[in-house]
């Protein structure tokens, strides 16, 4: 009898969670589980075929992340596009790097991809990362977010120019904000000191969003991190973004200029893209880019990137690699300098 | 319960010293903090130090330990990693429900119900609710894709 | 006051209402799975809100929750299996009031704390959010660092029996927590190259493995004794009204304190319910029965975790930065939803600021319904026999410490942290303090190493700054109470003299 009871309670949970879900899930797609890369090969013999189940789009970080989010939004757009379901899995540890060799293990076969970041060219010169970009064939790039500049409203200086002839003043004097000493935006600092030849004091904190909060406790003088992560607070007159680490301005701060404007060739930021194993066949490539670049046209997708105040730049293949390959090059050298490769 | 303190204070020294002796590896980019080794030693000394107390305190140590049947435990802590190892050879799916009523069968249950019902009913959830609504993608193994 | 009542109005929609029913349910039911946490249950339901109206969409993760943070009290009372790792500290003595046979009343005292301290919370959220946000903006580096300090300081009282050994498993973890990525310099300690380890051992597959699959492994040596143990022996004794007259305080001291630690960024439920059971504690009459089923400290870890959800939304609402993990995903629903979390937030979104108020005050009385009506239920899983409930819980351990982060290697932690603890329990090392430094000490280095490189190798600025100067004067405290109580008690058995009584000692 009271077996049936806690049955009965069971049941009645389960069918409330399946209503609840049930309601509103459409992206709640069922997923195959991951090829593993023992299983035969098995090249596509006929492209047009591609693909015939469902893709596989691993995402190394946690879910509900800023990069999971993207990842989803952009899987829903490229369903329609792709002509199958599309299931996002989170994939985590050794700091994005468990999934990303997940992925440079699997079968090059285009069913399993990853949605990539911009670590992928710093992490393996620190030591971290026994796999490099070399080791995926690049789809399209998605999204760029450059290192900004960004100070208290209050702070003495209301451009770069000023920023940088008080930084020259006082060495040392400016604490800068970020995230982990080699993560991307301790390089954002680092390579304004590079080109600019001025001397900040980096403070590195667990990402952007504590660096932020430091800035306007007054903790720290200013930050290096996204656009995206400082846009509320901008908008809301606490604090000013000087300038951008980019060569083109940022589309959710088209006012701010940027360190190519002044004079700096530099570009320093978060890139996300899809990428596949290396070896995938050119043809699945060729339709794979083809489905995202346009899902990332859609229109949802890009309400979506601009109530998150992330940029959208779109690369096709090729464009693609040639940018990650540039960043390698670029990153191997910074990390290099700053005595973090191993 | 002396002798097994004993024991806990000499293994935690050999943690402490084994953390300990690394640290001397690490490459010191010390700027103005403390650098990356000193935290680590600070816990390991400590820990030297707490080991110490506690073998000299376990002359007079008053605590018992806890009687119980061990093999039992033991032949579960098996199981598991019964079920760990197999996973991701042959698949969540076969090797769970085969595991669990291996261990009601120790168990001495005879109820047929509960013999079969058990193993199929907890994989039959995992797969509804991790699976299916919480997309969860549990290994399969490699036969499986 | 006239936007309050315009919240009333919109929560009271027949949709809404039916989100914060189902979206309540679903959360006590994740929450009290061990594995799956308040965090991931908000993050696996994100997607679904994508395509919700604002309103609907947030309050259906508010729900979640609010729901798991109190459902993970139930198998920490029950089964000594933290849903959550906020409710680590409710098992230390909820359990222990399971094994007395007194289940029933720690869930009523688990439930009622719960709802008052989330009511409360939130409506310290509601009046003062402002002027507290300004408060947490204070916190920097130093006073991270005194605040972890504390925490850290809190195992020499979760200890139990031995001290030296409650101090030995807080420092074995402290090592276990430097393993990974450095959190200043970068450098890659103790990792021997391998990716997993280069991220670090997380701390919820310790969790699991420590309490969860440990407990399994104990219940596991019973199995072929068929006599009534606690199980049969469900005492229906229910919380008494005077009883609960004395729980007032500690409910509303715990609250304070979990708002508190809920608004500081970086700072969650599990370390606020450690910080209030510890104050409970302090400023008990009988200190003495903690860790042995005190119901204060079942009710000082359950506001206290509850009072954290409405804390952490303090910050998250007003200035845009998230209080604890759970926020920090919801974070990104406000933002998916076009609100942008911060100072414009409350003049350009004031009606649905104050709807969501109102429905989190409606989430935190959902806890109150559910548990009233469910705590008959849930006790019956006492019931079930141990050689039927260990398997099932053996294999929550697997496929929830999996289905964190979908990586096999937190699987094999847990099942090494659950031989561990099995191991830890019978020889008396107490596994709270692991946890406990699993937690605290990343965050402890972090901002000591970080406050350093803001004052460019200063000490001083652990000392002139008021607010860290205080945490740090309370963390010598509480390390030293418990040995001076110790040594006050060894004196007053040696000389027998009544006042030195260690209980009158505050």
């Known amino acids: 009898m009271k077996k049936k009871v806690m049955v009965l309670t069971m049941l009645a949970f389960m069918l409330v969670f399946a209503a609840a879900c049930g309601n509103n899930t459409e992206s709640a797609s069922e997923q195959k589980p991951k090829a593993t890369p023992s299983e035969e090969k098995e090249v596509a013999k006929d492209e047009l075929k591609f693909p015939e189940k469902p893709v596989t789009l691993v995402v190394p970080y946690a879910a509900g992340g800023g990069t999971d989010a993207t990842a989803r939004a952009l899987a829903k757009a490229a369903e329609e596009f792709l002509g199958q379901p599309i299931g996002v899995v989170n994939k985590t540890g050794g700091n994005a790097i468990v999934g990303m060799s997940e992925v440079a293990n699997a079968k090059p076969d285009g069913y399993t991809l990853l949605f990539n970041t911009s670590e992928i060219v710093i992490l393996p010169h620190q030591g971290m990362s026994p796999i490099t970009y070399e080791d995926f064939a690049q789809i399209a790039q998605i999204n760029f977010d450059p290192s900004a500049l960004t100070v208290p409203a209050d702070a003495p200086y209301n451009t770069l120019e000023e920023f940088l002839a008080y930084a020259k003043e006082n060495p040392g004097k400016i604490r800068v904000g970020g995230s982990g000493t080699g993560g991307i935006w301790h390089l954002g600092s680092a390579s304004i000191e590079k080109v600019t030849g001025v001397k900040l004091n980096y403070v590195p904190y667990d990402g952007g969003a504590p660096a932020k909060t430091a800035l306007l406790g007054g903790h720290i003088e200013a930050v290096t991190i996204s656009p995206a992560e400082v846009l509320t607070q901008v908008k809301a007159g606490e604090l000013k973004t000087l300038a951008v680490l980019a060569t083109d301005r940022s589309d959710s701060m088209p006012d701010v200029p940027t360190f190519n404007e002044a004079g700096y060739d530099v570009a320093v930021g978060v890139w996300r893209g899809i990428d596949a194993p290396a070896g995938t066949p050119a043809e699945v490539i060729e339709k794979l880019q083809e489905a995202f670049l346009k899902a990332a046209k859609e229109q949802e997708f890009i309400t979506f990137m601009e109530n998150n105040g992330l940029g959208i730049v779109l690369k096709g293949s090729e464009d693609y690699h040639k940018m990650v390959k540039k960043d390698n090059d670029f990153y191997k050298e910074l990390l290099g300098e700053l005595g973090l490769s191993n | 319960m002396k002798k097994a303190n004993q024991i806990a204070s000499l293994i935690g020294i050999a943690i402490a010293m084994f953390f300990f002796v690394l640290t001397f590896q690490f490459k010191q980019i010390e700027y103005q903090d403390t650098g990356p080794a000193l935290m680590p030693r600070l816990y390991s000394g400590v820990l030297i130090v707490l080991a110490l107390i506690l073998f000299f305190n376990s002359y007079r140590t008053k605590e018992k330990v806890e009687k119980g049947n061990v093999k039992m435990a033991l032949i579960t802590m098996a199981l598991v990693l019964t079920i760990v190892v197999l996973i991701p050879i042959i698949g969540f799916y076969i090797i769970t429900p085969i595991v669990i009523f291996v261990f009601l069968k120790i168990c001495q249950q005879t109820n047929k119900k509960i013999l079969f019902g058990l193993p199929i009913g907890v994989v039959l959830f995992i797969f509804v609710f991790f699976q299916k609504i919480l997309s969860v993608p549990i290994p399969t193994g490699i036969f499986f894709q | ?506």
């Open chain 3, 1 to 506: 006051m006239e936007l309050l009542l315009q919240g009333l109005m919109n929560v009271l929609d027949i949709k809404v209402v039916s989100i914060l029913f189902l979206s309540g349910a679903v959360g006590i039911f994740i929450g009290s799975l061990p594995g799956l946490t308040a965090t991931m249950g908000v993050a696996l339901l994100l997607p679904v809100t994508f395509g919700m109206e604002p309103v609907k969409g947030i309050l259906l993760l508010v729900g979640v929750y609010f729901g798991a943070i109190y459902g993970g009290s139930i198998s920490a009372i029950l089964l000594r299996t933290p849903g959550t790792p906020s409710s680590a500290a409710t098992a230390l003595d909820g359990y222990e009031m399971t094994k007395k046979g007194l289940a029933y009343k720690a869930l009523t005292v688990s439930t009622l704390s719960s709802t008052i301290g989330g009511i409360l919370s939130v409506i310290l959220l509601i009046f003062i959010a402002p002027q507290l946000a300004k408060f947490a903006l204070k916190f920097s580096a130093p006073e991270t660092f005194a605040l972890a300090l504390f925490g850290l300081a809190i195992i020499s009282s979760i200890s139990g029996t031995s001290l030296v050994k409650g101090l030995m498993a807080g420092f074995a973890g402290l090592l276990i927590a430097s393993i990974g990525i450095d959190p200043i310099g970068g450098f890659p300690r103790f990792t021997f190259g391998t990716a997993n380890l280069m991220g670090g051992i997380s701390y919820i597959p310790v969790l699991i493995g420590l309490f969860a699959a440990s407990e399994a492994f104990h219940t596991a040596e019973n199995v072929l004794i068929q006599t009534k143990t606690v199980s049969t022996s469900i005492n229906k004794v229910k919380l008494k009204w005077a009883e609960f007259k004395k729980l007032i305080i500690v409910i509303l001291r715990s609250t304070f304190i979990g708002t508190f630690i809920g608004m500081i960024p970086g700072a969650g439920g599990d370390i606020a319910s450690f910080v209030s059971y510890n104050e409970a504690k302090r400023w008990s009459k009988n200190p003495d029965e903690f860790g042995k089923g005190n119901m204060e400290g079942v009710s000082a870890s359950e506001a206290a975790n509850n009072g954290c959800t409405g804390g952490a939304m303090i910050p998250l609402l007003t200035l845009g930065i998230p209080g604890d993990a759970v926020t920090a995903v919801m974070l990104g629903a406000l933002m998916v939803q076009g609100l942008q979390p911060g100072p414009l937030l409350f003049t350009n979104h004031a009606d649905i600021v104050y709807t969501l108020f109102i429905g989190m005050l409606f989430a935190n009385m959902l806890i109150l319904f559910y548990g009233m009506l469910g705590i008959r239920l849930f006790v019956k899983i006492l019931q079930i026999h141990k050689a039927i409930l260990t398997p099932i819980i053996l294999v929550l351990c697997i496929v929830g410490s999996y289905a964190l982060g979908n990586n096999f290697f937190d699987v094999w932690v847990m099942l090494i942290a659950g031989i561990i603890g099995y191991v830890m329990n019978k020889y008396n090392f107490p596994p709270s303090p692991v946890i406990l430094a699993l937690i605290l000490g990343p965050m402890m280095e972090a901002s000591l190493r970080r406050a350093l490189v803001i004052s460019s190798g200063d000490v001083s600025i652990f000392f002139t700054r008021p607010i860290s100067a205080t945490l740090l004067l309370l963390a010598i405290g509480t390390l030293l109470y418990p040995i001076i109580l110790d040594w006050k008690k060894t004196r007053k058995t040696t000389t027998d003299a009544k006042q030195y009584d260690a209980s009158n000692i505050d």
